[in-house]
């Protein structure tokens, strides 16, 4: 075997002069890239171009002067180096010896060193097979591997940086395609499923649609079909209501006007647009808003329709009427009362002749006895004193049997209108037969019941002129009663003005209160002649 000196010196280049075998070392780098320094030589070329050239000769050795490396860059030290090219691997293989290195006496036969380099050719060969078979294969177990687990996570097909090492990375590269496409293809299947899942829902929800849109249409359909109904029926309750002659009305829960009929603004005397949100009080006198107001508390508390009768209101001119009136409670959606609705009949007529005397226009013997109950009953609420006066004319009988009916039907007729301008508005007159009349004082505030009086005798004593007939020997004898000091009960307080009264017919023309004392005096005493305790015919 060569010495370890010579071992070192032993390389291998290919055509291109690139250093193969062994790992370029820093010598081997001097030896193969410094210029040629045989003796001769140009220096213009490097040894390794040297080199190839005696490999071509019938000897391939070739002499050269190089340094050693205890004294460098000298290039004075004679070198020999065998030079064999192997075709199949187009090597240049060279074994270069100092020729210091070579023992004397010792001759290397030429055929020898070519046989120990062909024999390293071998070797070399061999090991550059299994250098170059060695990443194939183990691309090939790589590849198997990923066939049979399928992962290509780790990138492990760079071997080499040469040839193999870019075929590793075009595989590594083409299978992480392969698995990209792979991927893709099973998104796009997932996302074709997802976007069927996604249009079978679609589907669902445009049934779904489709049938909301049926009934939909059908449930607007029916509510325009009602809407219509509900404006043809409002409509023909509109009709019927400017039709009736009857006023049909609607207020809130204070009692103010938020809808009505022609009927009742024309009678009213109102135009439609002032009318609205006026109060019901506006157009009646303190006794009527008051029952009013008891009318519409009583819908209120039970709920149901009330009516009332003989409601005075008073028109914009100041004209007065009477009214038969309903009143009901108006609901919201929710069952709360929100007003009152109701209609008013015109009963003006009626009630003149259900209570009214027909000779004098005056209230009647039913009139007197209902008012008097009502103004009792608001007295008793309010705590206040009400005063009856009972009135009769005296010496009345004789204008009939001297001027005969027609002239005593005169003076009665003067009688009443003469009251009606002595005595207030709100006060009560009526006639209840023959010449007897009755006064209920309706005072709102404090009482004059003996001024009034006064008042009255003075009127009807003034001499009467009927038919060209003067009368003047009639005057009025008044009794006066008091609620509630002389009775609280109705037929009491007329049996007190009436015993007064005649306790007044003893003088005539006067006026005289109750006294609890008349009583007893009654029954003993003898009353006139024309008062003998029935009275007078007229």
């Known amino acids: 075997s060569l010495p370890a000196t010579l071992r070192e010196r032993f390389f291998i280049f290919d055509t291109g002069m690139n250093l193969i075998y062994p790992p370029a070392s820093e010598a081997h780098a001097r030896i193969f890239a410094a210029p040629d320094a045989a003796e001769g030589a140009a220096g213009e ?5 040297a080199l190839m050239t005696a490999a071509r000769q019938s000897e391939p050795v070739y002499r050269y002067n190089w340094n050693r490396p205890e004294d460098p860059d000298r290039f004075t030290y004679p070198h020999k180096a065998w030079v064999h090219y192997f075709a199949p691997l187009d090597w240049y293989m060279v074994l270069a010896v100092d020729a210091a290195d070579i023992p004397s006496g010792t001759a290397y036969p030429s055929l020898g060193i070519s046989f120990l380099l062909f024999a390293a050719a071998l070797l070399l060969a061999a090991l550059a097979i299994h250098h170059f078979v060695r990443p194939v294969n183990h691309l090939s177990g790589m590849a198997a591997e990923f066939i049979q687990r399928g992962d290509v996570s780790e990138n492990r097909y760079l071997v080499d940086k040469g040839e193999l090492g870019v075929i590793g990375a075009a595989f590594y590269r083409m299978i992480n395609r392969i698995d990209e496409a792979g991927r ?23 049934y779904e649609l489709s049938r909301s849109f049926d009934n939909l249409r059908l449930e607007t359909e029916a509510l325009e079909a009602e809407k219509r109904s ?7 309750y509109r009709a019927m209501l400017e039709n009736i002659e009857e006023y049909f009305y609607e207020v809130d829960l204070l009692g103010n006007l938020i809808f009505f009929n022609d009927a009742l603004y024309k009678m009213l005397g109102y135009p439609k647009d002032e009318l609205v949100g006026k109060n019901y009080r506006e157009f009646m006198d303190e006794e009527t808003a008051e029952k009013a107001k008891d009318a519409f508390k009583k819908a209120f508390e039970n709920g149901q329709t009330v009516r009332e009768v003989e409601w ?3 028109n914009k001119d100041g004209e007065s009427f009477y009214v038969e009136l309903s009143a009901s409670v108006i609901r919201d959606t929710a069952g709360e009362i929100i007003g009152f609705r109701g209609i008013a009949r015109d009963i003006s007529d009626l009630i003149y002749m259900i209570y009214h005397d027909s000779l004098t226009g005056l209230y009647n013997r039913k009139a007197f006895f209902e008012r008097l109950r009502d103004t009792l009953a608001y007295a008793r609420r309010d705590r206040t004193e009400k005063n009856i006066f009972y009135l009769d004319l005296d010496k009345f009988k004789q204008v009939n049997d001297i001027y005969g009916h027609d002239v005593g039907d005169g003076v009665l007729q003067e009688v009443a209108d003469r009251l009606r301008t002595t005595l207030r508005e709100t006060d009560h007159i009526c006639r209840l037969g023959g010449d007897e009349f009755t006064v209920i004082l309706n005072n709102v505030q404090h009482a004059c019941p003996a001024e009034a009086a006064q008042r009255t005798i003075e009127a009807l004593s003034r001499p009467y002129e009927i038919k060209e007939h003067i009368i003047d020997f009639i005057t009025p004898s008044i009794g006066i009663s008091t609620y509630p000091k002389d009775a609280e009960e109705i037929e009491a307080l007329i049996k007190c003005a009436d015993v007064a009264m005649y306790e007044a017919k003893k003088e005539r023309g006067r006026y005289v209160f109750f006294d609890e004392s008349f009583l007893a005096d009654r029954d003993g005493n003898a009353a006139d002649t024309d008062t003998a305790g029935q009275p007078e015919e007229a």
Do not use: D, G, T
């Open 45 to 49: 070329l490097p040894l390794a171009a």
């Open 184 to 206: 893709q293809l099973k998104r796009s299947h997932e996302e074709k499923r997802r976007m069927f899942r996604l249009r079978e829902k679609a589907r669902e929800k445009a």
């Open 230 to 236: 509900l404006h043809q029926s409002e409509e023909r």
């Open 312 to 314: 005075r209101l008073v």
